[in-house]
């Protein structure tokens, strides 16, 4: 008589692989060793959270889940060469990925620039890795960190919590620690004068500047015409 048995390994999160272990056997003295094994498996993977059923007829098989939930199960019928069968049936929990989302401050400015990032789903279980893209990082949950040299560095943020599941890879943001400079060009300029004497100019232009422009001062020198 053939015995059903698995293992599972994960870890058991949202879209990661679990290996699913067949560890069952056949015990039965009167069967010679060569046929005392397990020729066919069938299992089924089902889930009341998605009411579907997957299903897979190798004997170790790999399989990813996509929702989070603790209504998931496994079942194996494990049947031998000479066609006798078992089964069972084992319950798990598919855990969601922690966030890796965050916020950081400055945008942007001249170097040294020092910026303060913070994670925006704190749980002081969970671990943190930064990588500040100028081949530094940490693992605090709201570091700070200063951009000695000038450029642009792209900013990552990995979570790992306690059911050892890791976040998807975060936004990548950019940090630009660059010197400023300005180069505004006019396009368009306009003027004129109403019926009250009042100088109205009209300027278009495009920032070519490394910079946004948070305030523009245009001075205007009308001088008479002497023709």
């Given at each position: 008589?053939?015995?059903?048995?698995?293992?599972m390994?994960?870890?058991?999160?949202?879209?990661?692989?679990i290996?699913f272990?067949?560890?069952?056997k056949?015990i039965?003295?009167?069967?010679?060793?060569?046929?005392?094994?397990?020729s066919?498996?069938?299992?089924?993977?089902?889930?009341?959270?998605?009411?579907?059923?997957?299903?897979?007829?190798?004997?170790?098989?790999?399989e990813?889940?996509i929702?989070?939930?603790?209504?998931?199960?496994?079942t194996?019928?494990?049947?031998?060469?000479h066609?006798?069968?078992d089964?069972?049936?084992?319950?798990?929990?598919?855990?969601?990925?922690?966030?890796?989302?965050?916020?950081?401050?400055?945008?942007?400015?001249?170097?040294?620039?020092?910026?303060?990032f913070?994670?925006?789903?704190?749980?002081?279980?969970n671990?943190y890795?930064?990588?500040?893209?100028?081949?530094s990082?940490?693992?605090?949950?709201?570091?700070?960190?200063?951009?000695?040299d000038?450029?642009?560095?792209?900013?990552?943020?990995?979570?790992?919590d306690?059911?050892?599941?890791?976040?998807?890879p975060?936004?990548?943001?950019?940090?630009?620690?660059?010197?400023?400079?300005?180069?505004?060009f006019?396009?368009k300029?306009?003027?004129y004068?109403?019926?009250?004497?009042?100088l109205?100019?009209?300027?278009?232009?495009?920032n070519?500047?490394?910079?946004?422009?948070?305030?523009?001062?245009f001075?205007?020198?009308?001088e008479?015409d002497?023709?």
């Amino acid at each position: 008589k053939p015995i059903a048995n698995f293992s599972m390994n994960g870890p058991f999160c949202v879209s990661n692989p679990i290996n699913f272990n067949d560890n069952s056997k056949v015990i039965d003295l009167a069967i010679p060793a060569d046929n005392n094994n397990i020729s066919k498996w069938n299992w089924n993977f089902d889930t009341t959270i998605t009411s579907s059923v997957f299903t897979s007829s190798i004997q170790n098989p790999q399989e990813k889940f996509i929702r989070s939930g603790n209504k998931y199960a496994a079942t194996l019928i494990a049947t031998s060469a000479h066609g006798c069968s078992d089964t069972i049936t084992k319950g798990f929990s598919i855990y969601p990925l922690p966030s890796s989302g965050f916020t950081f401050s400055p945008l942007y400015g001249s170097p040294p620039l020092l910026v303060k990032f913070s994670q925006t789903d704190i749980l002081v279980s969970n671990t943190y890795l930064w990588n500040f893209g100028d081949a530094s990082g940490s693992d605090s949950i709201n570091p700070l960190h200063t951009f000695v040299d000038s450029g642009k560095y792209q900013i990552t943020l990995t979570v790992t919590d306690t059911n050892s599941c890791i976040s998807n890879p975060s936004p990548k943001a950019i940090i630009d620690a660059e010197y400023a400079f300005y180069d505004i060009f006019l396009t368009k300029v306009q003027a004129y004068i109403d019926a009250d004497y009042f100088l109205h100019v009209g300027i278009n232009f495009t920032n070519n500047s490394n910079r946004p422009l948070t305030v523009a001062d245009f001075i205007v020198n009308i001088e008479n015409d002497p023709g």
